[in-house]
């Protein structure tokens, strides 16, 4: 599966060549079917603009009850020597860590600079239908020069996030994310608060402007807005890249493009340490803005996960040198006192060289550089959360009776020669959606029949509880997620209270693989909109 970047690189490159040998045969040729209007190789305005030399800020942490969110284009040194060009919010990478208190009415400005449209979904917060930031389905996408204004009450305490739903497959690989913190009204309880929002890159950016292959020089070369959507070589599963769409491409199916991990949009060197003094009771805050899973490890000390996509596990028992796997779109609060002086890692744990680079140093102030060493290719133990914590109140069981039940079978097939990920063996917008009214109880089983991939997914606007795992119902906890993976052959039982009206998405957040389908719909029956698409708007909601 896994390939080199260098044969990836070259793979790239010769579909490209083979692309650009299409354009120019008139006769067609191989590629004779192919919609050539949307390569638009000579106008620079949708991509990554050459000229634009500012870098992107410092992440900053807004607090307060407003906030205006820019969307921009900048270049950002994700590693030593390494500068990309990303679009932001507010010119950093991630954007603005938004923290607001429970129970507080909010409001964000979304103002667009990019030269493509752009929305703002709040991923994990149950918001009413219309703030959900879906373009073509809860609002038009926001035009550039245009402004948008998101307003709901921050209800629920936890971790969340906040990115693009609009042709999300590649803009947020390009950087439109950051983190959203709704705190508590009894506080955070912690002396130290940190987020770390795990994601992945293409070193090269894909711009191709700078890539010597064979000798032959490409640098005069713009592919920068290249849109590959009608390339259909097998619909990739390469996560997108800054300046290409990969929403149907593929070559090869393996996501070894990927060659720079980061966290908090820095790799290595330059990721920021994490001060803490001893005694302090410090809490970690994981977000995956990625579209692969990493295995994180505490180094140095005892921790407990304390929240599971911002929701609470109860009575979470004492961990140590155990790897929390934490997939596309989940975020995992781990706690630990600062008990033991020194330097520690915290680090990505697995076989691809780039996990080098997703690792953070928990300095303790005062003390010198202590001797851990990164241990990252170390297989450790995986934290069942199916079997962690306590059990306590539970909203549901599984052999209670519901309103209705669903089964989502999920699965990789090749239809018309592409490559496309099936709900019931069909692509949305043919997927059936799931028709509720509120009130009702909802249980879904969700069955992965793909033979390699994994599918992270994601409701909107709602949670569900997590009620058993391959058969087994769950030994720990009550687990209650917005967002839950599914390794090949894995069964889940979720059941949730259809609570908030409207017409939301339910997904895989292995974002091609919902550009490529796997993408249905929770519509309540009894739910009117004044929401008309406009079909102007470029609405693109995957």
């Keep these: ?45 949708a991509a990554q603009q050459p000229t634009n030399t500012s870098t992107t800020v410092k992440v900053a942490t807004l607090t307060g009850k407003e906030f205006t969110l820019t969307a921009k284009t900048s270049n950002q040194e994700l590693a030593p020597g390494i500068t990309l060009p990303v679009w932001t919010f507010n010119n950093s990478v991630p954007g603005p860590e938004l923290r607001v208190k429970q129970g507080e009415t909010v409001k964000i400005n979304l103002k667009n600079e990019l030269p493509e449209p752009v929305t703002i979904h709040w991923h994990g917060v149950p918001v009413p239908n219309a703030m959900d930031g879906i373009p073509g389905v809860t609002q038009n996408a926001v035009q550039p020069g245009q402004s948008f ?26 950087g439109l994310y950051g983190s959203f913190i709704v705190e508590p ?15 992945e890159w293409m070193s090269t950016g ?25 390339m259909n070589m097998g619909n990739s599963n390469n996560k997108g890249s800054n300046s290409m769409d990969h929403s149907q491409m593929n070559m090869g199916h393996d996501m070894s493009m990927y060659d720079l991990f980061t966290v908090n949009g820095k790799s290595g060197s330059l990721v920021d340490k994490l001060p803490v003094k001893q005694g302090e009771k410090v809490r970690i805050r994981l977000i995956n803005a990625g579209y692969l899973s990493h295995q994180i490890h505490l180094h140095g000390h005892e921790f407990k996960i304390t929240a599971s996509d911002g929701q609470p596990i109860h009575n979470p028992g004492i961990l140590k040198d155990s790897v929390v796997t934490i997939a596309p779109g989940e975020r995992y609060d781990i706690e630990f006192e600062a008990n033991n002086p020194g330097q520690w890692l915290i680090e990505d744990h697995g076989e691809n060289k780039a996990v080098a680079g997703m690792k953070a140093v928990i300095a303790y102030e005062g003390v010198a550089a202590g001797s851990d060493k990164p241990n990252d290719k170390e297989k450790l133990p995986v934290v069942d959360l199916t079997r962690y914590g306590q059990a306590g109140k539970m909203n549901f069981t599984l052999d209670q009776k519901y309103t209705m039940e669903y089964t989502m079978n999920l699965n990789t097939e090749m239809k018309n020669g592409d490559m496309v990920y099936t ?16 009130g009702d109880t909802v249980k879904v089983r969700l069955v992965n029949n793909s033979k390699t991939d994994d599918h992270p997914m994601h409701l909107h606007g709602h949670f569900f509880q997590v009620l058993s795992k391959n058969g087994k119902p769950l030994e720990g906890s009550p687990v209650i997620k917005d967002t ?20 939301w998405m339910f997904h895989c957040h292995d974002l091609h693989h919902a550009s490529a389908g796997m993408v249905t719909e929770l519509k309540y029956t009894d739910y009117k909109t004044d929401f008309v698409p406009d079909p102007k708007a470029g609405n693109k909601p995957e």
């Design 423 to 438: 709900i019931n063996g069909k692509t949305f917008p043919e997927t059936e959606p799931i028709k509720v009214k509120k």
């Design 185 to 199: 009204k009894d506080g955070t309880k912690v002396d130290r608060d940190y987020t770390l929002v795990l994601d």
């Design 149 to 174: 204004t998101y307003t709901f009450k921050a209800d629920v305490p936890g971790t969340y996030w906040y990115h693009s739903h609009q042709d999300s497959v590649n803009q947020l690989d390009r």
């Design 206 to 230: 894909m711009s191709m402007s700078d890539m010597n292959m064979s000798g032959g020089n490409m640098s005069k070369m713009d592919m920068s807005n290249m849109d590959h959507s009608k």
């Design 1 to 45: 599966m896994k390939t080199g970047w260098k044969l990836k690189s070259a793979a790239v490159v010769g579909a490209i060549a083979v692309l650009l040998t299409g354009c120019f045969n008139s006769s067609g040729g191989s590629m004779g079917g192919m919609d050539h209007s949307k390569l638009n190789m000579d106008d620079k305005s």
């Design 484 to 503: 839950l993976n599914l390794k090949p052959g894995e069964e889940y039982v979720v059941a949730f209270e259809a609570d908030n009206e409207g017409n």
